[in-house]
């Protein structure tokens, strides 16, 4: 069986670190090891109208800006694929056929769907596209019979629901959809990053993100900020680990060289935990130490950026060329999930033949 990537973004504003984290540095390194034989990054603009339908220039303004994010961090676009979800009208058409594999009971109970609804504040008043979103998922999935989707643990219903469905359209129609399985990152603190304000989820609405886009002095504001122990008062005090962001950044982020770069007194991150917890250590030496792990990552990303800034027009070929390509793959497992459905009336003559030997 072939090795076929999926995964992607919503293009609702620039990507934030926990983007960089919990995803594009896993496609990086799936990207580099080569051990794959397609590869596909999507900017899923028409899921992002599912919540954003009243504006549409907000997504807009944003596809080009995504495509940059990934060219900085290092996506190449001569290994991967980068993609228009909305440009590949096929998705759309899977999407549909798809919705009869699948309850409205079952939606209701999708635990990535009830905390989207609750954190939108939807109540009664959910749109029937945002409520379909796994479906539309299943599809953007199955269309290029990916089945590596590196994701956050937060999208493991989602996997499980493609999966669902692909079976229950195997079962009725014949062998025809590929099982995705999950690449989650292998820290577990990359799982799912928290905001700058110790809130659980690092969202762009709720304004906690540090952007790949942040400028040096922003990052410093930023990260100078963050949530800590609110009982870790004067610096004698005791420390306490859990729930306090920056260590849970520094889990993320951080290295044995980073220490012998920036931390000498420490060599590793278990030793300045034990410290902390001993009591002796300012907030504030730790968040100079995590600024500069961060920024050392984030100042290539912003050069890469500004050259992509100044060609615009070769990130627009980048992703025309990408879109043209997934849309003929995607029109493929297309004709073959209609032909198995029965959806193939003109192809041969096929269905003139049938009604011919019916009736003579």
Do not use: W
């Amino acid at each position: 069986m072939q090795k076929i990537i999926l995964t992607g973004d919503r293009p609702t504003g620039k990507l934030h670190i926990g983007h960089y984290v919990g995803s594009l540095k896993s496609r990086l390194k799936l990207q580099e090891a080569g051990n794959y034989d397609e590869f596909f990054i999507m900017i899923a603009d028409a899921q992002a109208l599912t919540d954003n339908a009243d504006n549409p220039m907000k997504i807009r303004s944003n596809i080009l800006n995504v495509a940059m994010d990934y060219l900085a961090v290092g996506i190449d676009p001569k290994k991967v694929h980068i993609f228009i979800q909305s440009e590949v009208s096929e998705l759309t058409e899977l999407t549909f056929y798809y919705s009869n594999l699948v309850t409205v009971a079952r939606l209701q109970r999708n635990p990535t769907v009830k905390q989207e609804i609750k954190l939108r504040d939807f109540n009664e008043s959910i749109p029937v596209g945002f409520f379909n979103y796994p479906i539309s998922q299943a599809a953007d999935i199955t269309a290029f019979k990916a089945n590596i989707i590196p994701v956050g643990d937060d999208q493991l219903p989602m996997i499980e629901q493609t999966r669902e469905i692909v079976r229950s359209f195997n079962r009725i129609y014949g062998d025809t959809l590929v099982e995705p399985k999950e690449l989650l990152p292998d820290n577990k603190a990359c799982l799912r990053l928290p905001g700058i304000d110790g809130n659980a989820k690092m969202s762009k609405s709720l304004g906690n993100c540090i952007y790949l886009t942040d400028s040096k002095e922003e990052l410093k504001q930023k990260v100078f900020r963050m949530y800590t122990d609110p009982l870790h008062i004067k610096v004698e005090d005791k420390g306490h680990i859990e729930g306090n962001t920056v260590f849970t950044y520094l889990d993320a982020f951080s290295s044995e060289a980073d220490f012998a770069k920036f931390y000498p007194e420490f060599k590793n991150l278990e030793e300045l935990k034990k410290a902390y917890q001993h009591g002796g250590i300012g907030d504030m030496k730790l968040k100079k130490f995590l600024f500069e792990i961060l920024n050392q990552i984030l100042e290539p990303i912003r050069q890469r950026r500004k050259y992509y800034e100044n060609h615009l027009e070769e990130v627009y070929e980048i992703l025309k060329e990408g879109t043209k390509y997934a849309e003929q793959i995607a029109a493929k497992t297309l004709e073959e999930v209609k032909n198995n459905m029965k959806l193939n009336y003109f192809k041969n003559k096929q269905l003139l033949e049938e009604y011919q030997e019916k009736f003579n």
